[in-house]
């Protein structure tokens, strides 16, 4: 049982800090580096450069810059992007340190399940703050940010003296991340979406009062001509001919439809119009 427990704590400490990194990164170098100093847990060897002075007061330093600047709308956004190329290597690395010298294959193997696993936390961080930010007030940003802060600092708290604990919270963080990051990623879209119809319409606007030129243009070239100016072939009779309301249809129907097909009108404006064309609605 005490070769498990063992295994377990390797395997806690491996996780729990990729996990973190995602996260936190500052945070997470921070309590590593004060528990391994403080004498709280002994760190494998390749993890207690974290105990050295210097990189506790540079990741302490680094935590207070991220935990003012992931409280500002918008501007938590641009740090997480910026964070994707340092996060997730971090996680990477320290996952490789965790399980310390245990072969090449063993290595690589930490390395990349702790990057794998710092995307996830990393990418359902970034992603929900862009959610969260469309909000136009702040708290839920803040709440969010201290909630990050709490499960980092808790997370690894936990990984370090009840590994067990931390591994079953760890798979109903799994699941729980394979429930939401869909739903991330649908509001995401939606709401870009958004943005991108609200420009398009104001850019597409032009193009639309062109079209709407265009149909009184073609409402005007097709009524019909004077009685002494219809064809008549030589008999006297009226020349068969297109229909002149059904061509003026199909006219607009083909500007519309290449209207459509650029881009200048949106699917919803696309329908309503040729509903009102085709006479189905107004």
């Avoid at 528990?35 to 935590?63: C, F, H, K, R, T």
């Avoid at 003012?68 to 320290?94: E, N, Q, S, Y």
């Avoid at 990393?122 to 136009?136: D, L, M, Q, W």
């Amino acid at each position: 049982m005490e070769q498990f427990d063992h295994i377990a704590g390797i395997l806690a400490l491996t996780l729990g800090a990729s996990w973190a990194s995602g996260i936190n990164l500052y945070a997470a170098m921070a309590v590593l580096g004060f528990s391994g100093a403080s004498g709280a847990i002994d760190l494998p060897p390749d993890l207690q450069i974290l105990e050295n002075p210097l990189v506790i007061a540079a990741a302490s330093l680094m935590y207070v810059v991220e935990f003012v600047t992931d409280k500002i709308p918008g501007v938590d956004t641009a740090w997480d992007t910026v964070h994707t190329f340092i996060r997730i290597p971090a996680g990477a690395l320290m996952a490789a340190g965790a399980v310390g010298d245990v072969g090449p294959a063993l290595e690589v193997s930490a390395i990349i399940l702790g990057g794998g696993l710092a995307t996830v936390s990393h990418v359902t961080k970034a992603g929900s703050r862009v959610v969260i930010n469309a909000s136009p007030e702040p708290f839920t940003n803040w709440g969010a940010s201290v909630a990050e802060d709490v499960a980092v600092i808790g997370g690894l708290w936990t990984a370090l003296h009840h590994p067990w604990i931390f591994l079953g919270l760890l798979v109903l963080f799994l699941l729980f991340v394979a429930w939401l990051l869909p739903r991330i990623w649908a509001a995401i879209k939606k709401m870009f979406g958004w943005v991108g119809r609200l420009f398009g319409k104001t850019a597409s606007q032009p193009v639309a009062d062109a079209f709407q030129g265009y149909a009184g243009a073609t409402q005007q070239s097709t009524d019909p001509p004077p009685e002494d100016e219809v064809p008549r072939n030589p008999e006297g009779q009226e020349k068969p001919g297109p229909e002149p309301g059904r061509m003026e249809k199909f006219d607009q129907l083909e500007r519309l439809k290449s209207l459509y097909d650029s881009g200048a009108l949106t699917e919803e404006e696309f329908s309503r119009e040729k509903n009102r064309i085709l006479g189905n609605g107004n």
